[in-house]
């Protein structure tokens, strides 16, 4: 579609606690994942990370990398979403 | 390089502010299932969309898990049946009614559009057929959705049809009588009914469409309520730059959808429909946009002038952001299906004369209104016969889906449940319009009809 890049952004919302992102980075590395970029802050207690990654191939409609992220977020206590980058694209830039 | 804050506001549109593509609706032409037998005609139709929208289920829910963007329905128009079935020669089309549902069911979508006529100018034998079994399609059928074009600004109106239409909005009211009516919300009346709508009830593919093709409906009055709370107080040329903004990103995301939608499904992409599509959720409702402008209560004085830019900024942000915008496009202003709409009419404050004065510039017409179940066909007719004149003589699409309930008059609600909503009984003018509907013939096309 739009980029013909396979990138998507991995969203991780919620209470701050330890092991947040060397557990998700884990399970992507286990997925074959790579990450591209990692930005995080935390605002009132709230830990907002936002990570671009590239699929390196895996399509998020044919894998159950949605739900294994989602559960790994109902473990962590924290909202995990992943969404394809073409999506951000064509919202945000003409 | 996308910023945070970017993604950040995409991700509040989709999980705090209701943003969503409402429909994708596949159009298949069933011009090629015409045939000399009912039941001939009618293996056709089920084959023929059960071999095209077969897999536009699976798709939907693959391209929604893929960029995290809800698609609440997947649904199918087709060619007008009252064509398609103009040459099996039956007095009866409530089968082909069946036909569609079963195939709809086959399918897994959630609403098949097109038991239909176009009559603007006047009728074929075929539509007669079609208006008479009207009634009873809906009553026997759970899918089904039926439109019937009254009227066009080239044509004029067909106040014949206009009369017919009363009397059949009644008796479907009555064969549903057990269901509040429920046959009625399945069915809408036009005036320049666009041929690529894909919302329903009043979906059908034109006979002007490709073979296959799909469109793709958007929603998200949350998202541009949220944009206008962060402009409280500004001057209204802020007030609709900011809409225009909200409109095109909301309008880029359904061209996203719809393309990949038509590549996945060998289909070519018709028309994004940028409707400001509301449902009973708080948070997602066109009034309470509307009262973020600055309105105690939607219907009170001002609601027209917002009403009228809001449309308007919504059309311009979204033809920015998609090239092939058709269908409705603009704000709908349902009464059942819009929290704020239930409320501001439950209040006294909406009243149908005002929703009426509304029509004239928001996208569609009168929609999803309750009625008392004593309200004549006549007086029926006269409600269509008005809204068919003010899109007839300005240019514009119109519509009427009410529903006259048996058994309940003003101060009651009825409830329909999911995304009809609830609705609370409106007051009718009840002064007589009889003689006038009576008279039948056409009223002619207005002067602006002769542009050649």
Redesign the interface.
């Known amino acids: 579609m739009a980029s013909g890049k396979n990138n998507a952004v991995i969203s991780v919302i919620g209470k701050d606690k330890v092991g947040i992102i060397a557990k998700v980075s884990t399970l992507l590395a286990e997925n074959n994942i790579n990450i591209n970029d990692i930005s995080q802050t935390i605002l009132d207690d709230i830990f907002t990370m936002i990570m671009m990654v590239d699929l390196q191939g895996l399509k998020i409609e044919e894998s159950d990398i949605k739900e294994k992220l989602n559960s790994l977020g109902e473990e962590l206590g924290v909202a995990i979403t992943i969404q394809h980058t073409d999506l951000f694209d064509k919202m945000h830039r003409i | 390089m ?3 804050f ?3 506001e ?2 509040q549109m989709f999980n705090e502010q209701h943003l969503d593509i409402r429909t994708i609706t596949m159009g298949i032409s069933l011009m090629d299932c015409a045939a000399s037998t009912v039941e001939e005609s009618c293996n056709k139709i089920y084959d023929k969309i059960c071999r095209y929208a077969g897999n536009l289920v699976e798709v939907g829910e ?2 929604s ?5 809800p698609i609440i329905h997947k649904r199918i128009s087709v060619t007008p049946i009252s064509i398609v079935a103009a040459a099996c020669g039956s007095k009866d089309y409530v089968p082909f009614a069946k036909t569609l549902d079963k195939a709809a069911k086959t399918c897994g979508v959630n609403f098949v559009g097109g038991f239909s006529a176009l009559v603007q100018k006047g009728y074929t034998n075929s539509d007669k057929v079609l208006i008479d079994s009207i009634p009873e399609a809906l009553a026997t059928t759970d899918f089904v959705c039926s439109s019937v074009n009254l009227a066009s600004t080239r044509t004029g109106i067909n106040m014949d049809a206009v009369r017919d239409m009363g009397v059949t909005i009644k008796k479907a009211a009555e064969l549903t009588a057990d269901r509040d009516a429920l046959g009625c919300a399945k069915l809408v009346v036009f005036a320049n009914a666009p041929e690529d709508n894909p919302f329903m009830a009043g979906a059908f593919l034109g006979p002007g469409e490709p073979e296959c093709v799909i469109n793709v409906g958007i929603s998200g009055p949350g998202v541009v309520k949220h944009a206008l709370e962060g402009v409280r107080g500004a001057d209204l040329g802020t007030v609709a730059e900011t809409i225009k903004k909200a409109a095109f ?1 909301i309008t ?2 359904g ?2 959808v719809a ?2 939608a038509s ?1 996945r499904l060998g289909v070519p992409f018709g028309i994004i429909d940028l409707s400001l599509a509301p449902t009973p959720a708080v948070g997602d409702s066109v009034a309470r946009l509307l009262e973020e402008f600055g309105l105690e209560t939607c219907g009170t004085w001002g609601t027209t002038a917002a009403l009228a830019m809001l449309n308007d900024a919504v059309k311009k942000g979204g033809t920015m952001a998609s090239s092939f915008v058709g269908g409705l496009s603009g704000a709908f202003i349902p009464v059942s299906e819009d929290e704020g709409m239930i409320a501001a009419a439950a209040s006294g404050s909406l009243l149908l004369e005002k929703l009426e004065a509304m029509t004239c510039v928001c996208s569609v017409g009168l929609d999803m209104i309750a009625i008392p179940g004593d309200t004549t066909a006549e007086t029926i007719s006269g409600i269509i016969a008005d809204e068919m004149a003010l899109g007839t003589f300005n240019n514009k699409t119109t519509a009427v889906r009410i529903i006259p309930v048996p058994g309940k008059g003003v101060g009651d609600f009825v409830e329909f449940g999911g995304l009809l909503g609830r609705a609370p009984i409106m007051a009718v003018n009840t002064s007589s319009c009889a003689d006038f509907i009576h008279r039948g013939g056409r009223i002619p096309a207005p002067i602006h009809s002769m542009r050649n």
């Open positions: 996308i910023k945070d970017e993604i950040l995409t991700m693959q391209i898990k893929k960029y995290g963007v990103k880029r995301v061209e996203l393309r990949e590549e």
